[in-house]
């Protein structure tokens, strides 16, 4: 349930607020930001094969500058969204991971043990099977692109599906394409960074432990961290390793505790409320009593100290990333050229090694390293979630799209086989976002 609607409704409501009603409940919607997602998708592949393709590819190649003196950064749009914006993106990845370790599904053994055992397999396979399709340079260099999972994509989907799902599947598949988010981080860091600048790489690590020492400290406010958060990115930006790692390593320092608890915080918020109420005068208003705004301005600091800045950060910059960030990114990357031809982009070894690694190689790592997992006593599963459900989201695990975009890029920059490649994953993972679909819906042959 939103909070909002626990407030009552205004008979005088203003027609503005009336307007925007639709709106505000689409962007609530979970599927929302998957549908986005497809629009600018379309828009951009449109775009791309349009008589004005042209300035398509001059407006995300425009170079932009930003800095004072001799402290300046210039990149192409593209470059700006990939390497600035998408930082954004892998911090509230940062933050989610933090979340689910502390308190999520990866917070105890048993719990964890299950997606995390799935994820291992969704990554293995679909790169194997990358692998034996592509062994040689440079194609093999895009073994990664198959092994990541969209949450927004197979969130949106499941959630297309309806009550017939329990709610511990959309755990399963939210915790497991978590533990993929931690696994393709990790070999961005490690296999897609050739070059490394030590000196850098040494000074992104000095401002990485002044936002330890600053969580240490009990500094709770966001500009302390947005500020060395950003001489951290610019230091991994010049060291050569990729600078969303950046964001993933900014977001682990942020303060996931609460200044008061639980009893505090209703023992305090009750004392503002009725002293609020005794102010409560004829032909009164907020404006015009001193004391109801103390007491509001007391409940909003009790408020603050009840949350913690990681939740309150997680929820204020997801609308952000699921709304700007990745449409943006989806529209500046999945502009394909499709000059040869659709049949002859699908069937290059690149493209079907990306296909193949995402329906086949999921499905089957998914859903084998699950049912080892629970056979072997390493994993326990709940009673609600059945085998066709731990199936059916291995399918929509293979929704790579922006994490598989996100690691084309890095492994195919330049190259020609990359619009091959972001075929592939377009293919794959409508293929797979389909094939879940219709495992999952009710009244499929599986059920």
Request: aromatic share 10%; with cysteine; net charge neutral.
């Amino acid at each position: 349930m939103h909070t909002t609607s626990f407030f009552l409704r205004d008979s005088n409501e203003p027609p503005i607020n009336r307007m925007l009603n639709p709106f505000q409940r689409f962007f609530k919607e979970e599927a929302s930001g998957g549908i986005l997602l497809l629009v600018c998708t379309v828009i951009a592949l449109a775009w791309a094969n349009s008589p004005w393709s042209a300035s398509y590819h001059n407006l995300f190649q425009t170079v932009l500058t930003l800095g004072v003196g001799d402290f300046v950064l210039s990149k192409g749009l593209i470059l700006w969204i990939n390497d600035g914006l998408m930082a954004v993106f892998f911090f509230v990845v940062g933050l989610e991971i933090k979340r689910e370790v502390m308190v999520g599904e990866l917070a105890q053994p048993r719990q964890a043990a299950l997606p995390i055992a799935a994820a291992i397999g969704g990554m293995v396979f679909p790169a194997l099977f990358f692998f034996l399709l592509n062994p040689a340079e440079p194609d093999v260099r895009g073994w990664g692109i198959p092994m990541a999972t969209d949450i927004a994509f197979s969130l949106g989907v499941l959630s297309l599906i309806g009550r017939s799902v329990p709610i511990s599947a959309k755990i399963f598949l939210t915790a497991f394409a978590i533990v993929d988010d931690i696994g393709a981080s990790l070999v961005i860091a490690v296999f897609y960074t050739d070059e490394i600048s030590l000196m850098s790489l040494a000074i992104g690590g000095v401002f990485l432990l002044f936002m330890i020492v600053a969580n240490r400290l009990g500094i709770r406010r966001p500009i302390p961290y947005a500020i060395l958060g950003f001489c951290l990115w610019v230091a991994f930006l010049k060291s050569g390793v990729h600078p969303t790692i950046a964001g993933i390593l900014a977001a682990l320092t942020i303060p996931a505790s609460t200044r008061i608890n639980t009893r505090s915080f209703l023992q305090s918020a009750r004392v503002f409320i009725t002293e609020f109420e005794k102010d409560c005068k004829e032909g009164e208003t907020v404006l015009t009593s001193s004391r109801q705004r103390a007491a509001l301005g007391a409940l909003e600091s009790a408020a603050e100290y009840a949350q913690t800045p990681l939740q309150r950060l997680e929820h204020e910059l997801h609308p952000w990333v699921s709304f700007f960030i990745m449409p943006v990114f989806a529209l500046a990357n999945t502009g394909v050229s499709l000059g040869g031809g659709l049949g002859e982009a699908l069937m290059s070894p690149v493209s079907i090694g990306v296909i193949l690694g995402l329906v086949l190689g999921k499905q089957l790592g998914v859903t084998l390293f699950a049912w080892m997992a629970v056979k072997l006593g390493i994993a326990e599963k709940t009673a609600d979630l059945t085998w066709r459900h731990i199936y059916g989201i291995s399918w929509l695990g293979a929704i790579g799209f922006t994490m598989s975009l996100f690691i084309a890029n890095l492994a195919y920059a330049w190259l020609e086989v990359l619009d091959s490649a972001k075929i592939g994953i377009l293919a794959g993972s409508l293929i797979a976002g389909l094939g879940g679909w219709l495992i999952l819906r009710p009244g499929s042959r599986m059920s």
